[in-house]
């Protein structure tokens, strides 16, 4: 079934974000929608993946599969795209089918075709997508070995290499950053920012300890609702003028166009005290404006000290992708013989029944005068050799199958 294995995938290679975005199916839609859509174009098996930078598509289907065969799948999975999104889609999909389709669903899983390199959280986003969609009907037995094969050689790749060791996200360098410090794990922390990237390290720093956290943001239900889930407490950012709780450490990340922290509010948020303190500025352009570093002890850590540190990593990670290739070319062959032994499974799944009917013919009608006659200890060692052979004849013929299989192979 896998030689009609096909994949469309729209990634950061062909698209921008915001158009990736655009396919993505909240998961609560998918089951109804996804279903319509393998009913209407009689796909044996369906497979539905989206992460934040690719929508991939996996499905099992006999026909013909070209661009009018994309048009239609399209159309039918996302109604509302206009003809001129529809065109610009099918134009730059990237179309992978058979054992290119395999090789694929691989090295996506392995992250070596990730947007950043050694992106661990992908293993986890492509076996949730399989359970989500095998739970839904959606696939069946070939993609079933498939997800499990996949899902096996990535746990190597993570296991084996270094492809996943030196972190490059800008959270946790900065993290790195703050245990390098030795920061206290009461350390007073004011959080200026409720987006995705403070909200991620605040939950970061509540994981390993920290406690004391102050929020600010331009909405203040934003703050308020960042420094619930810290225990801690939410502020606009208009308030940020009046302070006087001081602070210890700062991670700013806005998207002000200019210098948000000026000279006047550092100085207000100091209070006075004149120990050395540490701006984590994960904002571009900078929050902090350049004239408190030439007046004050502070340790700055900027998101260009970080995206050098990431620049790096990424290049450690990189010397790393030819022994995920072997691994990943190993894997590949491997999965190949695995299909043909389960051609050979369901190929010979009507055996058993066979050896059954023969042991049942045998025993009450071929045989069945001179087994009546036997005493009962006769009549048991009977049944346990005709057992015996039975097991032998369901296994024999499947290994000995399989056997001429490698050999061959």
């Known amino acids: 079934m896998l030689t009609y294995l096909h994949t469309i995938a729209f990634t950061h290679r062909k698209f921008d974000l915001t158009k990736i975005g655009m396919l993505h199916i909240e998961l609560n839609d998918q089951a109804e929608r996804l279903k319509k859509v393998k009913s209407a174009l009689d796909l044996d098996e369906f497979l539905f993946l989206s992460t934040c930078n690719r929508v991939e598509i996996s499905f099992i289907c006999k026909k013909q599969v070209d661009s009018i065969f994309f048009s239609k799948l399209l159309k039918a999975l996302y109604p509302n795209l206009s003809e001129t999104?529809?065109?610009?889609?099918?134009?730059?999909?990237?179309?992978?089918?058979?054992?290119?389709?395999?090789?694929?669903?691989?090295?996506?899983?392995s992250s070596i075709d990730s947007m950043i390199i050694g992106e661990r959280e992908i293993i986890t986003q492509v076996r949730n997508a399989y359970e989500h969609c095998s739970a839904n009907g959606l696939t069946g037995d070939s993609m079933r070995i498939l997800m499990k094969h996949v899902i096996e050689t990535a746990k190597k790749v993570y296991t084996q290499t270094s492809i996943a060791t030196k972190p490059v996200s800008v959270v946790s360098l900065a993290y790195q950053q703050l245990k390098k410090?030795?920061?206290?794990l009461d350390a007073r922390i004011i959080l200026i920012g409720a987006g995705a990237t403070n909200t991620t390290m605040s939950h970061f720093l509540k994981k390993h300890g920290y406690k004391n956290f102050v929020v600010f943001n331009r909405t203040l239900a934003k703050a308020e609702l960042l420094a619930e889930a810290l225990k801690g407490t939410g502020l606009a950012l208009s308030?940020?003028?009046?302070?006087?709780g001081g602070f210890d450490v700062i991670i700013t990340c806005t998207g002000a166009d200019h210098h948000l922290i000026s000279l006047d509010i550092y100085e207000q948020l100091l209070q006075g005290e004149t120990s050395k303190k540490t701006i984590i500025d994960i904002a571009i352009p900078q929050d902090l404006d350049p004239q408190i570093g030439a007046k004050y002890k502070l340790t700055h850590v900027s998101v260009e000290f970080l995206q050098q540190i990431s620049n790096q990593n990424l290049k450690e990670r990189s010397k790393e992708i030819d022994h995920v290739q072997r691994i990943l070319t190993a894997a590949s062959e491997a999965f190949e013989l695995r299909i043909k032994e389960r051609q050979v499974e369901i190929a010979m799944k009507a055996v058993p029944k066979q050896v059954k009917d023969i042991k049942t013919a045998a025993l009450n009608d071929v045989f069945k005068d001179e087994i009546e006659n036997m005493d009962a200890a006769s009549r048991a060692i009977l049944e346990k050799v005709i057992g015996y052979m039975e097991k032998k004849y369901i296994s024999g013929p499947m290994k000995l199958a399989k056997e001429i299989l490698l050999k061959n192979d």
């Open 85 to 109: 999104e529809l065109i610009h889609y099918v134009s730059n999909l990237e179309h992978y089918h058979n054992r290119v389709a395999i090789q694929h669903a691989l090295a996506v899983a």
């Open 239 to 244: 308030e940020i003028h009046n302070y006087t």
């Open 181 to 184: 410090l030795n920061i206290a």
